[in-house]
């Protein structure tokens, strides 16, 4: 993993415990395996904790560790980190994927409710105006009765589905793995695409990066949206089309939270740096500073497990690939 994370997930008594539970060396942070000392490491390992930075476990290094039998994954989605020659070495996968989808939600959670309130739009108006506004700029605000659309029973979006339950919205759900009645009772129901976006007031993504999703919101769909919604995108950029994206909202139709977009940074002369009806943050949503060591806890707590020949509590299995994020 990239060294600048290991001390904000491994703080001094994680460590601690990752030493007793394992023959650890925590000078050894591995960036390129083919360097001598990784290597020398990978010859006897028989576990992996990686995390953001890693390099892809394909088979050249596979074949460098011929005694791995497991990897613990700091981080969410090992989408990019692992491939089918793992599986087919049958490597078992941990993923703190459950602690990272915590604060995707929390932040999801919080941009419904700020933009329910149409807080970023009055923020603006404020700081030119100086002045209230009246009943009639506030009669369409507020969090009762609104309807929120999930794309995605993902981890994040499973989560958020349970974080909405307090509030007074209406909560659509896609997802083609959910059945109407497991929607119901994570608090939703159960809608085709095109449905969800053309009756919700907030439409959040959050699918996974798969070749079926690519550009699941293209520019027809992106029309079906209703005038004023907002959409929020906490889970990758190539899930929308990034032109029709930008015409939709440099028209001022649509607003948008976007935490990701693609290409990620946006280039400097984006005009979504600049509209007024776009809420841009630099992929922020997920697990920062204080928050890494949560995933540090969950890898702790799985090594502890296999030290004492017990099961995973948060193996990834190669069929859970269509679904994690």
């Known amino acids: 993993m990239d060294p600048v994370h290991l001390p904000l997930l491994f703080p001094p008594p994680l460590m601690a415990r990752l030493k007793q539970a ?6 050894l942070v591995v960036r ?46 090992v989408r990019a980190l692992v491939g089918e020659a793992l599986w087919e070495h049958g490597v078992t996968v941990s993923s703190a994927v459950t602690g990272n989808a915590l604060p995707v939600a929390e932040y999801t959670l919080a941009m419904i409710l700020l933009t329910g309130k149409d807080a970023f739009t009055h923020r603006e108006r404020f700081r030119v105006t100086h002045t209230y506004p009246s009943p009639a700029e506030t009669s369409a605000t507020g969090n009762v009765g609104r309807r929120v659309g999930v794309i995605g029973a993902s981890r994040v979006g499973r989560r958020l589905l349970d974080l909405l339950r307090p509030f007074d919205f209406t909560v659509l759900l896609h997802d083609p793995y959910v059945s109407p009645t497991e929607a119901a009772a994570m ?20 699918a996974p990066d798969i070749p079926e999703t690519y550009r699941m919101l293209d520019a027809p769909r992106l029309a079906l949206i209703r005038d004023g919604a907002v959409l929020i995108n906490t889970s990758r950029g190539a899930l ?24 990620e940074p946006l280039p400097a002369g984006s005009p979504l740096y600049r509209l007024p009806n776009v809420f ?46």
Do not use: N, Y
């Open 22 to 27: 394992s023959d650890l060396d925590p000078a």
């Open 32 to 77: 390129d395996f083919t360097a001598p000392e990784a290597a020398q490491a990978l010859a006897t390992a028989e576990v992996l904790i990686t995390g953001w930075g890693c390099p892809r476990l394909d088979a050249r290094v596979l074949s460098a560790a011929p005694r791995l039998r497991t990897v613990l994954h700091a981080a969410g989605s």
């Open 187 to 206: 608090g939703a129901e159960l809608v085709p695409l095109d449905d969800l976006l053309g009756h919700s007031d907030i439409v959040t993504l959050h």
């Open 240 to 263: 929308i089309d990034p032109e029709a994206l930008t015409d939709e909202l440099v028209s001022g139709r649509l607003h948008a939270v976007l935490d990701v977009t693609e290409p």
């Open 280 to 325: 841009l943050t630099p992929h922020i949503a997920g697990s920062l500073g204080t928050e890494l060591e949560r995933l540090g806890r969950i890898v702790a707590d799985e090594l502890e497990r296999l030290a004492s020949a017990l099961p995973l509590r948060h193996e990834v299995r190669q069929a859970d690939m269509t679904r994690v994020a």
